[in-house]
């Protein structure tokens, strides 16, 4: 019987690894070519991963939570019948062409996958490899071996839907085998989870006076290590998570941001009485068709870029110049389960206002489900970022690098304004522009803003200037 390995492939836009979400495919199972094996998470997006090989699977390399380095084994495949050569099995055309590992949700042409992921009430490869029969700890592995089939004495893996379940668990400690999930069919959810780590923690009062003694010794060794780096010592009940996947991606590019950017925050207020007007106009005359604020702001965005397309740019600093974009590859921030992402809209400034509001709306929705590629969570030119859903007024947000400028939008509320001389209550909102003081100057971010608050106070005659 021939065997081929499946190696974790190259997922683009630079990631070089990989954490393991969800197995779907069991030791044992037969495959197809194309099919999804495996779920995985990057820093940018979680990917379905097919295998273009067909057969019987006899091995998973890595466990579910398990960080896997790109170009490292991931599936191993014995074709069916032991007549074919070792590189016989069946590959798919775009393999024959060359054309690399195609992920779905990058157009394999086989037809959507499905986001949802399907229980299996069998057992799943773990973190470790089959047990041995001592309990003896084995010694570490010089290099990562393939995982192999469970032995069928052991528990079938707890029924568990959701990566932020599994994510919660591992946080909190807990140990799925030992949770009774309450959802349906036995699915673990997150308050199971929760009622779990609570248990556990009500627990450690009848603790043992060994394991105390040992948890004390073990405290004080750490609190020893965090004093000799200079870092506060952790405490009883602290809660540590590590910055992995997005988590880490998001500090990085922050901390990046913050340390080459040298940003600039400006704002003003603004009456948006006659953008929400023009924006109930709009709707009941195609209510099929609705258009949001943020899609009317977003079309602003874009009328004032198209008169400042300096703020359209980003540094390059090696090579010691600015690059203006000659479209406009919108980004959009959202805050969904896995932290705050950031979808781009490319050649946004090419879509009509209805186009644009469709756009808007799909993105921002598979953004919260997580059903984008990488691909579409980078590239971008310029954010707006509404951070008023968050009930705030203003904020002097980071510039998403390498861009040069966002925009952000506070709540819009009511408030005491002068109109034609009168005291009257008016929608208002707080406009901020934060921008890259290497790319412009003041009076350049200043157009630009005082552009977007006219376009949000008279809408009229934004609309018949483009």
């Not at 941001?257 to 929400?276: K, M, Y």
């Not at 604020?293 to 600015?322: H, M």
């Not at 984008?372 to 859903?389: E, H, W």
Request: charged share 20%.
């Amino acid at each position: 019987m021939s065997e081929q390995v499946f190696l974790l492939p190259d997922l683009g836009e630079g990631l070089a690894e990989a954490e393991i979400v969800q197995w779907r495919v069991a030791v044992g199972d037969v495959v197809t070519v194309d099919q999804t094996v495996v779920e995985v998470e990057t820093a940018k997006a979680v990917v379905d991963v097919p295998c273009p090989y067909a057969g019987r699977v006899v091995a998973l390399h890595g466990a579910e939570g398990e960080v896997r380095p790109v170009g490292q084994p991931l599936i191993t495949v014995a074709a069916d019948g032991g007549s074919e050569p070792v590189g016989h099995a069946v590959y798919r055309e775009e393999e024959r062409a060359g054309s690399g590992n195609v992920l779905i949700g990058y157009g394999t042409g086989h037809g959507g996958a499905r986001r949802r992921r399907r229980a299996r009430p069998v057992a799943h490869a773990t973190a470790s490899l089959t047990p041995a029969p001592a309990p003896v700890p084995a010694a570490p592995a010089p290099a990562p071996a393939p995982v192999v089939a469970l032995a069928s004495s052991q528990p079938a893996t707890a029924l568990v839907i959701s990566p932020i379940v599994r994510r919660l668990a591992r946080e909190r400690g807990v140990d799925l085998a030992t949770v009774r999930g309450s959802g349906p069919g036995g699915v673990i959810r997150r308050a199971d989870v929760e009622a779990a780590a609570d248990a556990a923690t009500s627990t450690i009062a009848v603790a043992s006076p060994v394991a105390v003694a040992a948890g004390v010794a073990v405290a004080s060794s750490v609190e020893q290590s965090a004093a000799h780096v200079g870092l506060a010592p952790t405490g009883a009940g602290d809660q540590v998570i590590p910055l992995t996947g997005i988590r880490k991606a998001i500090a990085d590019k922050l901390s990046r941001s913050r340390r080459e950017i040298p940003e600039v925050t400006i704002w003003v207020d603004a009456d948006a009485t006659a953008l929400l007007e023009t924006r109930g106009a709009i709707n009941a005359a195609y209510p099929d068709r609705p258009v949001s604020i943020l899609a009317l702001l977003a079309r602003i965005c874009l009328s004032g870029l198209r008169r400042y397309p300096q703020l359209n740019a980003r540094v390059d600093t090696e090579g010691q110049r600015i690059v203006q974009s000659a479209g406009v590859h919108l980004g959009i921030a959202a805050q969904t389960d896995r932290g705050l992402l950031v979808p781009v809209l490319r050649d946004a400034d090419r879509l009509t206002t209805m186009e644009l509001a469709a756009e808007l709306a799909a993105t921002t929705q598979a953004a919260r489900a997580g059903e984008l590629p990488p691909a579409r969570l980078t590239g971008g030119t310029f954010t707006l970022n509404n951070y008023g859903v968050f009930g705030v007024d203003g904020s002097t947000p980071i510039i998403n690098h390498p861009e040069a400028a966002l925009l952000g939008v506070g709540r819009i509320v009511d408030k005491p304004w002068v109109v034609d001389g009168q005291l009257a209550v008016r929608k208002v909102t707080q406009l901020s522009l934060t921008f890259d003081h290497r790319v412009c100057d003041g009076g350049v971010a200043g157009g630009f803003l005082r552009h977007v608050a006219d376009c949000v106070e008279r809408p009229e005659a934004f609309i018949a200037a483009v």
